[in-house]
């Protein structure tokens, strides 16, 4: 059964930085597609942005692409998201999700992944 659990959410000021952690386990695939996505209650899932593990640039959704960047550490089986800039509008749970898949291109919706990982919580104040 495939695990993920991120890590590295936390309070932090309008400006700052994070960076959060997704450590995958449990599975047998070799490729996958691993994104990051955002919820907000009230507010519909938001894909930040995906990277395939098999190489290839990480996408990124426009309103985020400036300042987040998205990085694997294939030995650790862990990847990682960097957010600079840190915006009030930030403020989320932030999940890391998987697909397995021998194909690069990668879905940009939430709903086209299923293994996801528990969330950490990020709250900027301004």
């Known amino acids: 059964q495939v695990r993920l659990l991120e890590s590295g959410g936390g309070s932090v000021q309008a400006g700052g930085s994070l960076r959060l952690s997704c450590v995958a386990g449990g599975y047998t695939f070799t490729q996958a597609c691993m994104p990051w996505i955002r919820r907000v209650p009230g507010k519909k899932s938001e894909l930040v942005g995906v990277i395939y593990t098999g190489g290839g640039s990480p996408w990124y959704l426009d309103s985020v692409k400036d300042r987040f960047t998205i990085s694997l550490d294939s030995a650790a089986n862990t990847h990682f998201l960097d957010i600079n800039s840190l915006e009030p509008d930030d403020t989320a749970t932030y999940y890391c999700?998987?697909?397995?898949?021998?194909?690069?291109?990668?879905?940009?919706?939430?709903?086209?992944?299923?293994?996801w990982g528990p969330g950490t919580q990020v709250i900027v104040s301004s």
């Open positions: 999700a998987a697909r397995p898949q021998t194909v690069p291109e990668c879905e940009r919706s939430p709903g086209g992944y299923n293994f």
